[in-house]
């Protein structure tokens, strides 16, 4: 990858956790999804990364609730690369690899290994959320193969270092074919720190093979994030699910809001948005 290439921007549009309580913007229901769709594609955005709720904002990982979804996202907009996300703790694989089978994203992201995951409070002295987030190499195996017989790019999420050199032994025996999707989670307590330093140390260590490389900034460091890796030639993720703030700290009214401002950080940089046809031709869809 190289500065002069055009920057791949994806927006997270809701997350799975996150509730109006703590973000008024966030949706829930297919049109709310509809809706962020247009502000996202109107203000440069190509691929929607989707975490599926239902219309009272719970969770969902049932494959009606996917459907409907895309299917409002698909009549709002002209054209947007479709990334569902599988990653979740408690859920079956079997339940995550359905909603992939029935309905064909054209991306599935993909947790790179297990973890400690979890959410810390200075101010309190103690752990919010804790759990083992399970990704072991026969669960991204079974995630592997069901992608490729759905003829779906998957997304590899790495939340450190060595989450990224295991895409070594799945490249030497054939599970992936270039070119690879990386992506760098950072911000993450039980994962890499998030600073520019190690946006540049995970990008040294994807594999020589033909791939893209982009951030993913988790809470308010993303900005900073953001600006390492369009310096480095990487593509970047915004969106409601990472982050609810702008610079200033001002809450997103929505995430046409942070799309915005991520692509004003790409033109101030130097950079160049790429379009959807651009994007699937640089992923290999």
């Known amino acids: ?33 509809a809706a962020e769709a247009r502000r996202i594609v109107d203000e440069g955005g190509v691929m929607i990364h989707i975490h599926a709720r239902r219309p009272d904002g719970t969770p969902s990982f049932e494959v009606e609730d996917f459907r409907a979804i895309t299917d409002a996202i698909r009549a709002s907009v002209d054209d947007v690369i479709i990334n569902y996300s599988t990653g979740t703790i408690g859920v079956p694989v079997e339940k995550r690899v359905a909603y992939l089978r029935e309905l064909r994203p054209d991306v599935g992201a993909l947790n790179m290994g297990s973890m400690n995951y979890a959410k810390y409070s200075s101010r309190r002295r103690e752990f919010v959320f804790e759990a083992v987030f399970e990704n072991s190499f026969a669960t991204i195996r079974t995630f592997l193969a069901a992608m490729r017989e759905s003829g779906i790019r998957p997304e590899h999420e790495c939340f450190d270092s060595g989450h990224v050199a295991s895409l070594d ?88 809001d942070l799309v915005a401002r991520a692509a004003r950080m790409a033109s101030d940089a130097g950079r160049r948005l790429a379009t959807v046809e651009e994007a699937r031709v640089m992923l290999g869809l």
Request: aromatic residues 6%.
């Open 1 to 33: 990858m190289a500065l002069d290439d055009p920057v791949i921007l994806t927006c997270a549009i809701s997350g799975a956790l996150a509730s109006r309580e703590q973000c008024p913007a966030i949706p829930y229901t297919p049109d709310e999804y």
């Open 169 to 256: 032994p799945l490249l030497d025996m054939g599970a992936l074919e270039p070119p690879l999707q990386v992506s760098f989670v950072m911000g993450v307590t039980g994962g890499i720190r998030p600073t520019a330093k190690n946006v540049a140390h995970m990008a040294e260590q994807v594999p020589a093979v033909a791939h893209q490389w982009g951030v993913i900034g988790i809470s308010r460091a993303q900005w900073t994030l953001l600006a390492a890796a369009l310096s480095l030639g990487g593509n970047v993720r915004v969106g409601l699910e990472d982050n609810f703030y702008l610079p200033d700290g001002t809450m997103a009214r929505s995430n046409g």
